[in-house]
């Protein structure tokens, strides 16, 4: 009998597998905006910039990782093997998107020569579904929202046999959801080996996006050991789709109503992953939500500041800290003239991210 696969179960490991897939997974940039840093009034800010990613996303660590990893562990072999042997009976993979998980599930697929299917809701923009039909992905347009579409590619993939790659599930110890948190973990082993090679102090404040969460878990966990006192751990969401500040208030995972419409396209969620929510709570993690206005501004703050370009959902973190920041008093997020902080530039301008 052959032995099961050895997945990589650490973010070294992950990053390993990535980067023989292109070297498009190269480290990104960890950019010190010193100007930002003065305008905003603290000492540093430190900004991930993972518009330098391949697909121009944070998004394809996790969904392209999830996938192959899934593909890989129903073949019984590596995720090396499975690419370099492309077997012809692999499962379709699907999954559910705004835009930027599917474009990496449907990478994931391409790189091992299987189907993929991804539901989209219809606030997607046209340009987001175009790119991840270049990559080979059938889209199914749904009525409704983010978490309709979710709904939908679950029933499908029991319906088709096929596996689900989603970034969210109501169940914390859904294998694939972390899976997809594992991959987005190696923003944070970059993050720290980055620090330590520059020799600088570390953060003491984290501002990083939250959709249904998976990012801010994922940088939460890995840094939350890094983080230098009074060590905040910051999610920032939009007002419109505040899915994450629902669960927090009831301590439960919920879906809110509405139809989500926001700015930060990314972030148009209504139900937080449990999974996610589950690490958020452990560690101690506040949250933000931001006016549509502050997110509109957030890409030209950083833009004006020397940082990359980027989109409303790319700046969610940075809004974040300026409205935190705008209330400098507040002692409950601990910020200060001498607050150090790291956000993530979660993606880069659309028009940058079609190359």
């Given at each position: 009998?052959?032995?099961?696969?050895?997945?990589?179960?650490?973010?070294a490991?992950?990053?390993?597998?990535l980067?023989?897939?292109?070297?498009?997974?190269?480290?990104t940039?960890?950019?010190?905006?010193?100007?930002l840093?003065?305008?905003?009034?603290?000492?540093?800010?430190?900004?991930?910039?993972?518009?330098?990613?391949?697909?121009?996303?944070?998004?394809?660590?996790?969904?392209?990782?999830?996938?192959?990893?899934?593909?890989a562990?129903?073949?019984?072999?590596?995720?090396?093997?499975?690419?370099?042997?492309?077997?012809?009976?692999?499962?379709?993979?699907?999954?559910?998107?705004?835009?930027?998980?599917?474009?990496?599930?449907?990478?994931?697929?391409?790189?091992?020569?299987?189907?993929?299917?991804?539901?989209?809701?219809?606030?997607?923009?046209?340009?987001?579904?175009?790119?991840?039909?270049?990559?080979?992905?059938?889209?199914?347009?749904?009525?409704?929202?983010?978490?309709?579409?979710?709904?939908?590619?679950?029933?499908?993939?029991?319906?088709?046999?096929?596996?689900?790659v989603?970034?969210?599930?109501?169940?914390?110890?859904?294998?694939?959801?972390?899976d997809?948190?594992?991959g987005?973990g190696?923003?944070?082993?970059?993050?720290?080996?980055?620090?330590?090679?520059?020799?600088?102090?570390?953060?003491?404040?984290?501002?990083?996006?939250?959709?249904?969460?998976?990012?801010?878990?994922?940088?939460a966990d890995?840094?939350?050991?890094?983080?230098?006192?009074?060590?905040?751990?910051?999610?920032?969401?939009?007002?419109?789709?505040?899915?994450?500040?629902a669960?927090?208030a009831?301590?439960?995972?919920?879906?809110?109503?509405?139809?989500?419409?926001?700015?930060?396209?990314?972030l148009?969620?209504?139900?937080a992953?449990?999974?996610?929510?589950?690490?958020?709570?452990?560690?101690?993690?506040?949250?933000?939500?931001?006016?549509?206005?502050?997110?509109?501004?957030?890409?030209?703050?950083?833009?004006?500041?020397?940082?990359?370009a980027?989109?409303?959902?790319?700046?969610?973190?940075?809004?974040?800290?300026?409205?935190?920041?705008?209330?400098?008093?507040?002692?409950?997020?601990?910020?200060?003239?001498?607050?150090?902080?790291?956000?993530?530039v979660?993606?880069?301008?659309v028009?940058?991210?079609?190359?």
């Amino acid at each position: 009998m052959q032995p099961p696969p050895t997945l990589p179960e650490n973010t070294a490991a992950i990053a390993a597998v990535l980067r023989q897939l292109s070297p498009a997974y190269a480290v990104t940039p960890l950019l010190d905006l010193k100007e930002l840093a003065g305008r905003l009034g603290v000492a540093q800010v430190l900004a991930k910039d993972e518009g330098r990613r391949m697909l121009g996303s944070f998004k394809s660590l996790g969904g392209t990782y999830a996938g192959l990893a899934a593909l890989a562990r129903h073949k019984g072999i590596e995720i090396a093997e499975l690419v370099a042997q492309r077997p012809r009976d692999l499962p379709a993979l699907v999954c559910a998107s705004d835009g930027n998980h599917g474009l990496a599930v449907a990478a994931a697929a391409r790189f091992a020569g299987a189907q993929a299917k991804v539901f989209l809701h219809a606030g997607v923009p046209q340009s987001r579904a175009q790119r991840i039909a270049a990559q080979g992905a059938a889209i199914v347009w749904m009525q409704g929202t983010y978490d309709d579409a979710v709904d939908a590619a679950a029933a499908a993939a029991q319906a088709e046999g096929s596996i689900l790659v989603a970034d969210t599930a109501p169940d914390a110890s859904d294998r694939i959801v972390r899976d997809v948190m594992a991959g987005y973990g190696v923003i944070a082993h970059e993050v720290r080996e980055q620090i330590a090679a520059a020799g600088g102090a570390a953060p003491t404040h984290l501002f990083v996006q939250a959709g249904v969460g998976g990012l801010a878990a994922a940088l939460a966990d890995g840094l939350r050991d890094l983080l230098a006192p009074p060590a905040r751990i910051v999610a920032v969401e939009p007002e419109r789709c505040a899915c994450l500040a629902a669960a927090f208030a009831q301590d439960r995972v919920v879906r809110i109503g509405g139809d989500l419409a926001t700015a930060a396209e990314m972030l148009s969620c209504g139900e937080a992953s449990a999974a996610a929510f589950e690490i958020l709570r452990a560690v101690g993690a506040q949250v933000v939500t931001v006016s549509e206005r502050e997110l509109e501004d957030a890409p030209n703050l950083l833009r004006g500041a020397g940082g990359p370009a980027t989109t409303p959902s790319g700046a969610t973190g940075l809004a974040g800290l300026a409205r935190v920041v705008s209330e400098m008093d507040e002692p409950h997020f601990a910020l200060s003239a001498e607050s150090r902080v790291l956000i993530v530039v979660s993606e880069a301008a659309v028009n940058e991210a079609d190359r």
